[in-house]
């Protein structure tokens, strides 16, 4: 491409950007959402959406640089929920332990200048800190069916699920929206077992002056995360804090009413947990008991974030950026963990 | 900022690209690279040398939105260092598991939808698949010292160097150059053994009409990857090509004189590896079993991208691209494990 | 106990086993052996032969309180069925590792001494090294139900079978018997893929001048463990020699005919294993890829042993012994692994 | 040996028992007990006092052939030290996954009788449930040096101690003795922070009428495990009993005074716990943290039993018996875990 095209080419999408166009969408329906539309091999939903075109405008949403890092720091006292695992990461090999192990002659010997090494051995789980859940992560129903009705008795296996594992999800360029519901009703971070409904959330865009758009990546703030501290040692605040998170309702206002195309928060889960005492009235109302999860990710074929830290977008009133997250590449895996997406500015 | 404002920064920024003007280096210097040159605590390197500037004139090297996934997909077959700890990812939680194991009673009772999940817990090494050392990763010397001078009796422990993990290497975004040598060379892979000369890299930069830049990510192809199938499962075959790479005089080519802000390959350990005839003469020469390491990672603060699969971008000639890599957020982790770095173009 | 009496009831003991009189058994029949005969809940099977009088029975087959060790010794290296999870023994804290890393602030403060400890994380299958295989290690049939017929659905779980895990074997204390069919051939170990028959266990007993009883334990020498080497490194000649073993006639034979109450050898999964060239013929006639476990396992509730070390036991012709074998207590393993179990003369 | 002889060599072992002759000792002195007596090499300890006859006797202890179980369960749940990793048994392969999976098709093809298996994959700390402390357990002093001078420096590694790994435990079979302080107080579990002294075990061995002997193996209870349920769940109320112990005048009691060859009990660590306010003035009294350890395993040589589960034994009155454990056998393991000892009546 010569120069002239190139800058040619840029002002058409910086301008299109500028103009608030929304890039077209594939098969979002206003009112519906997507569903299973993508084909009955499908395992990527609704970031099927994404295009040549709508990366490059999301990346023009970059205009000095400046990079947010939305991970948190990971270790072995790090919060989770606690049906998951536990992690520790242990040196695997030293300095020291190489040369006293005495277990690779060929390396250690006529080593004249002490070369060694450091690595570790992992044992983690695959839904801890900052996550993108996995297409295949939730199921419902007589056959443990999940996304696009892939079943376990079919796709079930010892090692992950076959269908709709992380490696799945492509590399999410896409313009990302803060909607700062803790910044709006004037809090440092939301009270437990707060429900986030569709009117806390237009009440929030509303004061930041910020508009939806398909195809947008939206990130919700609880403030759950100004409690993480290095890695998330403080079980009692940041579970406290962490029961925050959008009802179903909200879910679909913001998938069927706004396209959104990737919806995350700043708490391990995204949805509203009810307190004890709310717990049946809740059950009752909506069968499931992460009725969130199961319309995002099995109905809609909507991936989740989860534990994205969003302090420093919020203090710097940054609402609109371009979201960019690559999940970690292991088949089988049910979500992107550990990870560090970015807001770009 | 209103439109006109941004369209000119737009301009501004795409027009400086456009004139091959290089990012303004902060510590670099030709002939010496950088060293230890950032403070004695620095834990990053030369990655330092990023800027808000330097990042948005990398972003706007995208003029298409195009993504190239640079990652290998991993799982329990897939090739690695023999010296490393071995993997699995094993299903921990399954729909028929959890309702099966009834440890769980308040999640699994009143649950008319038949809800339930999948998690997987991985038992996994922290260089397996495509990676980013950390700069604490190789140690060279008498007190096992590592870049900066971080020493084990210091900052050693049970769980991974306490300086210079990988959860310090900030999100690079880069302008990225692929040289491809096994382009240049006819081959589909170089052949086991095989040294890459800085002669080679002139004569492959050449052909492809590509001119490095200081703080250039430049990736370097053997071709080892085409032979990497699904998940790397043909260790005989990678593991012959795995040995081609490039040679200490060529790591000091990139960043003496070039100011290769991070150096990688599509092999495991980007370096050379001599036959087991040139062994002894090789030990002699270099006196490290690992010289490229020693001297990007210990002496330059230059980290190492190690797996990147560059066969998409080699088959579309994509030599110039935006590079973007975000590490996983482990504390204590040697490098950057199974991530999946993009280069947009 | 007076000492009058004590000495009575010892000389009883003595003689009754100098007179090769057989402990009686409870419900074992000769020509048909035992099956699910133990009632509807029972997860132990044919060890319910043992009684306080079986038991004192053995111990006082022990006349000079010499030990026997069968177990073999396991490290990371160590030779398994290539269908079962790799292995790691990790130092997880170390003295200098924990006064480094300064997580345990209490403990390492005030310390004068200087104390500290090691400890270690092990990443480990539950079958390997010298085992006793559970009850619930084979299934076979639709709905995959294993010994007493307890089934997947019902009794499946994401942490191990919950029925007839290993922690349900019982202490075992027997009359135990070496079948010595190398030494029988005289042959240092059996070569690859021999089929152990009816008629050379009967010859092999008979050149010992061995009788067996209703209710001992019988370990069957290939002579594969005289390549264990220190931690069993050595796969390619372990491998070969661990492909010979019983045929179903044999364990017919021994359980049916003998009442072998457990049936072990010094392989790794007790049963002939045919050349790739008589696979098929092997699979038409048996059905399954392993009839000796399920004849053993599943229709006889008879547990196996494997990996048991009998080479000083052949040396010094030690046919007869007291067994002991007392397999770790861990709730859901399939088996009892890297054991340590011993005859004693 | 025929018949006669035998019934005589058993008379000979009956009789030396019953007139209550110790066997002999070889380096054990009274008012010093062992120290590092056994050569530079020794990796055993006072367990080398062990001979055929000493074995013959303490199996002669057995008079019924009745077995106490002295193993505690382990699964997930299981209360450990809070400085050990967490451990996890995760199904690996179940009969439903294998089929699935189709990862093994020669093994999963021409299947007719539908067999399949489960086995586990297991992460766990090598210092959980009953345990035998291996003499590489403890360290002490400005090189990290543990039992007979083993040097961290020298015999460290990346796998465990080099020197006195739990591997190199014997089968340990000796008279074992209950010391029943809790039952000698009245009490069914001895209260928080208890410092068992010499008196409490010199009372309790007097309303016993239980002698000690040179060799014998001591198990003394403070009634924590009538807490351990299934599998050791409720960790309060566990932790709590858990802080009774020995104090080192005690440990020097039952060793220098008494020759126990081995010391346990059914606690975690065997030693007193100060309550936290008489924490400073024990550390200032003691030095180290844990001073019983230290004299055990690195002045004494003498092995540490944890966990064991005494309540039947107590029930039962049971003071005296055989008592046998056999070490998991893996190589740089730091203690023998999840073992199931047990006494034999």
Redesign the interface.
């Known amino acids: ?1 010569n ?1 002239k095209l ?2 040619a ?3 058409v999408a ?2 299109g950007v ?1 103009a608030g166009l929304a890039p077209e969408m594939k098969k979002w329906q206003k009112g519906k959402g997507w569903g299973w539309v993508w084909g009955a091999q499908d395992e990527i939903g609704s970031l099927n959406e994404m ?10 949403l ?6 947010y ?1 939305l ?6 006292n790090t919060y989770k929920w606690p ?4 992690g ?11 040369k ?2 005495q277990d ?1 002659p060929g ?1 250690i010997q ?18 801890v ?2 996550q993108i859940d996995g297409l ?7 056959d ?1 069916p ?1 996304y696009n009705g892939f079943k ?11 269908k709709c594992d992380a ?1 799945t999800i ?2 999410v ?1 896409a313009r990302g929206v803060l909607i700062d519901v803790a910044g709006a009703k004037g809090v440092d971070a939301l009270p437990p077992n707060t429900a986030i409904t569709p009117a806390d959330l237009e009440e929030a865009l509303k004061k930041q002056g910020t508009t939806l758009e398909p195809g947008d990546v939206v990130l919700i703030r609880t403030g759950t995360l100004r409690h993480w501290g290095e ?1 998330g040692a403080d079980h009692a605040t940041i579970g406290r804090h962490d029961s925050a998170g959008i009802t179903l309702e909200s879910a679909k206002w913001l998938v069927a009413e706004h396209g959104a195309m990737l919806v995350g928060s700043d708490t391990s889960g995204l949805e509203y947990n009810p307190a004890p005492e709310d717990n049946k009235a809740y ?1 009752e109302k909506y ?4 009725p969130v999860h ?1 319309y995002l990710l099995i109905e809609q074929g909507v991936h989740i974030g989860e534990f994205h830290n969003l302090e420093e977008l919020a203090r710097e009133k940054a609402y609109e950026f371009c979201y ?12 992107g ?6 807001a ?1 500015r």
């Not at 049906?83 to 536990?86: K, L, T």
């Not at 069968?287 to 992460?290: D, P, R």
């Not at 960019?324 to 979500?335: L, Q």
Request: net charge positive; with cysteine; aromatic share 8%.
């Open positions: 491409m120069k190139m800058i080419a840029a002002l910086v301008a500028a295009t040549d075109a709508s990366r490059l405008a999301a990346l023009r970059a205009k000095q640089g400046k990079v890092d991970g948190v720091l990971y270790d072995r049906g998951h695992s536990p520790e990461i242990i040196a695997f090999r030293t300095p020291e332990g190489v006293r192990q690779i390396v006529d080593n004249p200048t002490k070369t060694a090494w450091h690595s570790c051995a992992l044992f983690i789980n695959d839904n800190a900052t295949g992560h939730a199921t419902e129903g007589e443990d999940w376990e008795k079919d796709w079930g296996g010892n090692w992950g699920p076959r490696s492509p590399s360029i890695t059950r069968k499931s008991f992460m199961n960019v997250a690559c999940t970690n590449k292991i088949k089988g895996a049910t979500a963990f550990t990870l560090r997406p970015i770009i």
